[in-house]
């Protein structure tokens, strides 16, 4: 029998977190610990305001089919994920959360991480950016001197975006990626893109509303820089939508339903010839090791909430520069203290 503890986690931000979205000083996340023949396993799913599942759905939502999920038996991780998931049809983040543990677990049981268990390599790992979000001009530029990195994510969907990324140019000649949230209009977004080509952007992400599929097929004709579907891209079926929309896909863990189905999505999206990037939704390093796990099959990572924020929920992902560095613990590859009490 599985035993569950779960806590909610509530970290400021180092800097008040903006998109074109709205702002936030806090991350407030839903961490969960799964206890299996003495063996634990963590997992998280940060509340994310726009998607409208606050940690107290999480939690009443775990409450609410208790007799079912004691019931759960535990042998692979993508069995678990199918029982819990016709349990909690209408919660990706709760599966998430649950799905994560249970990946942590088994690597722990088996002894080994879970890029082990999967038999990928470190040799090629993708760095991670490092997000800039929404500001002034001049606390934007702070906030990139403030630290030096290989690559930045710059948020934008302002009226002065252009003159954003010019002015941070003459800052750092690192690569920008720029993230719209779906703030642009399309022939704004083309506008935009031109003027960004010979700025140093690498990949524009989820430039139109997340249903905007026809501005979506123009500006796949027509951008002269690859784009990254994000809101457009959540659930597995989302995939091949994208397909002749965008170049490559954005995952999140938490918006998908966990580890198992973000496996399957990088598998589709490798059969239709797309770039599979995996983004955080400023998890603590205990949602951020499992975007760690997967690296080796990624082209891109947004992996940056430990960074973003003050204090952390578990030890085991450092950063170097951009690089992602593990620690040595099976499973997810991190330190957790064990939950006091429910």
Not at 201 to 229: R, T
Not at 313 to 322: K, L, P, Q, S, W
Request: hydrophobic share 40%; aromatic share 10%; net charge negative.
């Amino acid at each position: 029998m599985i035993q569950t503890k779960y806590k909610i986690s509530n970290l400021p931000f180092k800097h008040t977190f903006t998109i074109s979205k709205g702002s936030k000083t806090h991350q407030k996340s839903f961490l969960v610990e799964l206890e299996f023949m003495g063996v634990k396993g963590y997992g998280e799913a940060p509340a994310i305001s726009y998607y409208n599942i606050p940690v107290e759905k999480m939690i009443e939502d775990l409450k609410s089919k208790k007799i079912f999920f004691d019931k759960a038996s535990f042998n692979t991780p993508e069995r678990f994920w199918h029982y819990l998931y016709h349990i909690y049809p209408g919660n990706n983040f709760l599966l998430c959360a649950l799905d994560m543990a249970g990946w942590d677990l088994y690597g722990k049981i088996q002894g080994k991480q879970l890029y082990q268990l999967w038999n990928l390599t470190l040799d090629h790992n993708p760095l991670t950016d490092i997000t800039i979000g929404i500001d002034t001009i001049e606390n934007m530029i702070a906030k990139l001197k403030e630290t030096p990195w290989p690559i930045y994510k710059i948020k934008l969907g302002t009226e002065n975006d252009v003159e954003i990324i010019r002015a941070l140019r003459q800052h750092t000649d690192a690569p920008f990626r720029i993230d719209a949230n779906a703030a642009w209009k399309a022939e704004e977004a083309l506008e935009k893109i031109i003027a960004f080509k010979d700025l140093n952007v690498e990949f524009i992400e989820q430039p139109l509303a997340k249903d905007d599929w026809e501005g979506m097929k123009v500006l796949f004709d027509k951008s002269p820089l690859p784009l990254i579907a994000d809101e457009s891209c959540v659930l597995e079926t989302d995939v091949m939508k994208c397909r002749k929309h965008f170049h490559g896909i954005n995952i999140k863990l938490t918006k998908c339903g966990g580890i198992t189905p973000a496996m399957r999505m990088i598998k589709m999206a490798r059969s239709l010839q797309m770039k599979v990037m995996m983004g955080s939704m400023n998890e603590s390093s205990i949602g951020t090791a499992a975007i760690a796990q997967m690296l080796p099959l990624l082209d891109y990572v947004d992996m940056d909430g430990p960074l973003l924020l003050e204090g952390d929920n578990a030890e085991g992902v450092t950063f170097d520069f951009g690089k992602v560095n593990y620690l040595s613990e099976p499973g997810l590859g991190i330190k957790v203290k064990p939950f006091e009490s429910e």
